[in-house]
């Protein structure tokens, strides 16, 4: 029977050559010039540091500039409100998350269920299986998913026949 999974995965490769891109865009911006500023990656965690509450901001904003590109939501990332500030400086730590919590995983069989496909979806751990009988009905289940106003960004895999 035709199957796929529904994830929400972070490749920390990718995560990391954005964090790279990042800094050496930041080592050749003029407006960060004699400040100290980095941006660092420990696991799914990113950690930007700086001397100002509105520099952390622009190094949120290059460092997401460069995760787009490497195909990283940063809709994905716990992101507190404000910057933490210590002593003279300012930090701010993205953590992405790996893996679709409850909640978006019972909204998402829910959605799936109320269109009335001819599919089944069934949440396993920290992912949601679709199977169906016919290819094409699956193919609407990924689209349905797709247009949705998911918050999480999400990954389909594991398409089998």
Do not use: C, Y
């Not at 800094?23 to 050749?28: D, G, H, I, P, V």
């Not at 716990?78 to 893996?99: A, V, Y």
């Not at 995983?105 to 679709?130: F, H, M, P, T, Y």
């Amino acid at each position: 029977m035709p199957s796929f999974d529904i994830v929400s995965e972070v490749d920390e490769v990718a995560l990391r050559h954005a964090v790279e891109n990042a800094t050496r865009e930041l080592a050749s911006r003029f407006d960060f010039r004699g400040v100290e500023a980095s941006i660092e990656q420990s696991g799914l965690a990113v950690t930007f540091k700086t001397e100002s509450d509105f520099q952390v901001q622009q190094l949120e904003e290059i460092f997401t500039k460069n995760a787009v590109k490497q195909g990283i939501s940063p809709a994905g990332a716990d992101r507190p409100d404000k910057p933490e500030h210590s002593g003279k400086t300012f930090s701010l730590t993205l953590t992405f998350r790996q893996g679709i919590d409850q909640p978006t995983a019972k909204q998402l069989v829910k959605l799936i269920k109320e269109a009335k496909l001819k599919v089944q979806a069934s949440i396993q751990g920290d992912q949601v299986r679709v199977t169906g009988k016919k290819r094409d009905d699956l193919q609407e289940a990924i689209a349905l998913v797709k247009g949705s106003k998911i918050e999480t960004p999400l990954q389909f895999n594991n398409f089998r026949d």
